[in-house]
């Protein structure tokens, strides 16, 4: 006897608001229709009336978990459209932002995955701690936690502080301690194997034709990542390799974020060891922006949650049409797929596995 | 020291009435501390304070949080079944304050019954079949789903939590609890029976719906289970139901396993309420730790692995002490 | 599952990590972008922060200075994005954002803050 469940927008799984209609048959879901919207803001719409720098600030709200990443990919689609290149040394602060921005976002997802699955909010504390640190050190930098703006034409509105290399070596000495002592506390523990492995499996042939990106799809054995295969700012230099795990369970994803917080913390120990002197300061915010050279261009980048895209069409002083291809809107509709034929109470442990922000879901 | 004088010179209707009064009191003080207590031990482990401004040390917020659900408006849902909804979880409470009343707290203090420990198992069966009630009359599908799953893992370990105790009484040679813990007076029976405390304490967090066998409010997937639809003054009886029955489970836990009242210079009842917070202060710490088990799992765990143990653990005994 | 349980026994013993708020506060870096100031007689009425601003926050009203009456900034704190880019294309630097950021009122209409309020 098929039973309908409305896991509704309010949802104390802390994904944001999502609805999602499932059919159950018993203790096995035949069917999961995820039902969005919620958030939609109409960022595109916005986007459209506002003048270049202007939208800066609107790009960063798309995700909150990892702003700074949606400031870059828009900043880097205008420096395209402009034709201006990065300056050298703001390639090396960029990648280093942004990676600390990586491994906040990871930690976030973190805390809320062991929510979901059960966790009475200890995990969750603990990485609000160390993302808070985090936050910190990026405070220091641009001057505000959450929304930086500090992505500028050609570079960064402010340059690294002086003892913004000590500071950032501590840090990242204490995150991978911590981070050899989460995967103890998870991975130990019983329960937690018991409820992941070979849970919510996404074979590889169906996570590329889904489309799905990012630490979803490297779970599932596909060797795809953007910081390698259109490599952008010095990724190449610094030998990055991507993290690839073949099982394509809840485990295997699981393990792919965490390997990843480790690359990037390797990543930064890297670039701030080879990074140049000289000048990092891009052109400051003035009234009128300068001119735009290629009115078509198309920028991908590697948010946390997976590949973004930004496909603008540039008029003279604003875009005339922005579209944003977010991630975690691919990911969500593989969810479908993902859970079928599973029981019910995995598929929190699923949802919490795709890491979604439902404001990028939305947009 | 009062307490202790006016117990040893009455008797009779005095007596009990004296006896009734103490004991009421020390559920009162355990549910009120334990409370606290733990709110504040999870929030020094993930790093915070807990409840700081409501008196000193945050201690008057337990009773900040009963003021406020007392005053609130009872709303009962339309498909509720009235009479059941209404009638079922005081009926659970005084269920588990009439079982605290069945253990003797010390020598003097407390009833001393000489089925005593079967007697109360017995009655501690009745509280899935109240729990079931509660959530399968409240006409909505996450109490139902909730009361069917709490159903099954009360049936589940049962059988272990009943051959643990069985395995003590086999020792003690009676089921009078005020016997066995005399008995304990060089050791207690942990170091005798390991393997039937672990049995026992894990059954045990099965019984008091504790973390991880926290399915009936799961409340990242079925949203608070059977407390979607309760008024406000029955969320403070669960509340109160749920602490109580910690206190059921953590005495039962000190007194068969942990020697009960039994230690030097301080009164007896004393030591029984600094073992039975104790244990308590472990059950929360295994609660910040531990993800929630799946259903499936949890009933694998009990009849393949907790049944056979406590047969091992009888059978043990026997061959062992018995003989 | 031993370990898990030691080491949340060993956390309880380290020392917390949040604060006391309103009792104790943290300390703001100097490029926090908090609430606005306007130096009101250095302001020069360009408007290039009503402008600038992605979500018209800032309107240009009469006021009064010792100038004479001018047209000065009034800004709907309430809208604010915190962006920093009227701080950033003010040609005379007298709109900076400051290190505050307790922002409570009992009616919305005390969230606009005319340019004298701005200190």
């Known amino acids: 006897m098929l039973t309908k469940i409305n896991v509704g927008p309010i949802h104390p799984s802390t994904h944001g608001v999502l609805r999602l209609v499932v059919t159950l048959d018993g203790d096995t879901i035949v069917n999961v229709e995820p039902h969005i919207g919620f958030l939609h803001r109409g960022v595109e719409k916005l986007a459209e009336n506002r003048m270049y720098m202007q939208n800066e600030s609107y790009m960063e709200k798309i995700d909150y978990a990892a702003p700074m990443a949606y400031s870059d990919l828009y900043v880097a689609a205008l420096e395209e459209a402009m034709g201006i290149q990065t300056k050298e040394r703001a390639k090396y602060v960029r990648l280093i932002l942004l990676e600390f921005q990586r491994i906040a976002s990871h930690l976030l997802w973190l805390g809320t995955f062991c929510n979901d699955l059960g966790q009475m909010f200890t995990m969750f504390m603990w990485t609000m701690k160390d993302r808070d640190l985090i936050l910190n050190l990026l405070q220091d930098v641009t001057g505000s936690r959450m929304f930086y703006v500090n992505m500028r034409l050609g570079g960064v509105s402010i340059d690294l502080p002086p003892n913004f290399e000590e500071h950032a070596k501590k840090l990242l000495d204490y995150l991978e301690k911590r981070l050899k002592e989460y995967e103890v506390y998870l991975e130990k523990n019983p329960i937690f194997i018991e409820r992941t492995k070979n849970v919510g499996t996404l074979k590889r042939n169906d996570a590329i034709e889904l489309g799905v990106t990012g630490p979803v799809l490297r779970a599932s054995g596909v060797n795809f990542d953007v910081r390698r295969d259109y490599s952008y700012y010095v990724y190449d230099k610094l030998h990055f390799i991507p993290q690839v795990q073949t099982r394509g369970d809840v485990f295997a994803r699981y393990r792919v974020r965490m390997l990843e917080m480790r690359e990037s913390i390797k990543l930064i120990r890297d670039a701030l060891k080879s990074m140049p002197e000289g000048d990092a300061l891009g052109m400051p915010v003035k009234l009128i922006s300068p001119p735009v050279k290629e009115s078509e261009v198309k920028v991908r980048r590697e948010l946390p949650r997976g590949e973004g895209m930004i496909f603008m069409v540039a008029d003279k002083q604003r875009p005339y049409r922005l579209s944003i291809r977010a991630p975690a809107f691919i990911n969500l509709s593989s969810l479908r797929q993902i859970a079928i034929g599973e029981r019910y109470a995995d598929l929190f442990a699923i949802l919490g596995s795709l890491d979604l922000v439902m404001a990028d879901v939305d947009r | 020291m009062l307490i202790g004088n006016a117990l040893i010179l009455s008797n009779g209707i005095a007596r009990l009435i004296i006896e009734v009064i103490v004991i009421f009191i020390f559920i009162v003080f355990f549910d009120y501390m334990f409370g606290w207590l733990e709110r504040k031990t999870i929030a020094k482990a993930q790093f915070r304070h807990g409840p700081t401004y409501v008196g000193k040390f945050g201690l008057f917020q337990n009773l900040a949080d009963i003021i406020k659900l007392l005053a609130k408006e009872n709303v009962m849902p339309s498909t509720a079944d009235r009479l059941v909804f209404s009638a079922a979880p005081p009926l659970l409470l005084a269920l588990i304050i009439f079982l605290v009343y069945m253990l003797p707290f010390s020598n003097t203090l407390g009833i001393s019954i000489s089925l005593g420990l079967l007697a109360v198992f017995v009655l501690l069966s009745f509280a899935p079949l109240m729990l079931f009630l509660i959530g399968a009359s409240s006409g909505n599908k996450f109490s139902a789903i909730s009361a069917q799953r709490s159903v099954i893992m009360s049936l589940s370990y049962e059988i272990p939590l009943l051959l643990a105790v069985a395995g003590v009484a086999l020792y003690a040679g009676s089921f009078n609890i005020t016997n066995i813990v005399n008995l304990q007076a060089h050791m207690p029976f942990i170091v005798l029976m390991p393997i039937g405390f672990f049995v026992f304490f894990v059954a045990m967090l099965a019984e008091l719906e504790r973390p991880p066998f926290d399915l009936r409010e799961a409340d990242s997937e079925l949203i608070a289970g059977w407390l979607v639809d309760v008024g406000s003054p029955y969320y403070a009886i669960a509340l109160f139901v749920d602490y109580t029955r910690m206190f059921l489970g953590s005495l039962l836990i000190s007194l068969l396993f942990l020697s009960g009242w039994i230690g030097p210079y301080l009164p007896q009842v004393i030591w029984l309420l600094i073992k039975a917070f104790i244990v308590a202060i472990v059950i929360v710490v295994i609660r910040a730790t531990t993800v929630r088990m799946r259903i499936d799992r949890l009933m694998r765990f009990g009849w393949f692995w907790l049944l056979p143990l406590s047969i091992f653990n009888i059978i043990l005994t026997f061959l062992l002490f018995v003989r | ?119």
């Open chain 3, 1 to 119: 599952m031993l370990r898990p349980l030691i080491k949340t026994i060993g956390a309880l013993g380290k020392e917390r990590f949040t604060t006391k708020f309103p009792e104790e506060r943290e300390i703001q870096p100097d490029n926090y972008r908090g609430l606005h100031r306007l130096d009101i007689e250095t302001c020069i009425s360009c408007g290039a922060c009503e402008r600038i601003c992605p979500n018209k926050t800032i309107t240009m009203v009469d006021a009064n200075t010792e100038r004479g009456r001018r047209k000065l900034p009034q800004i709907d704190q309430e809208r604010c994005l915190f962006c920093g880019l009227c701080e950033e294309v003010c040609p005379t630097h007298c709109l900076v954002l400051t290190k505050n950021y307790e922002l409570t009122a009992n009616d919305r209409r005390h969230f606009i803050k005319r340019p004298e309020e701005l200190r």
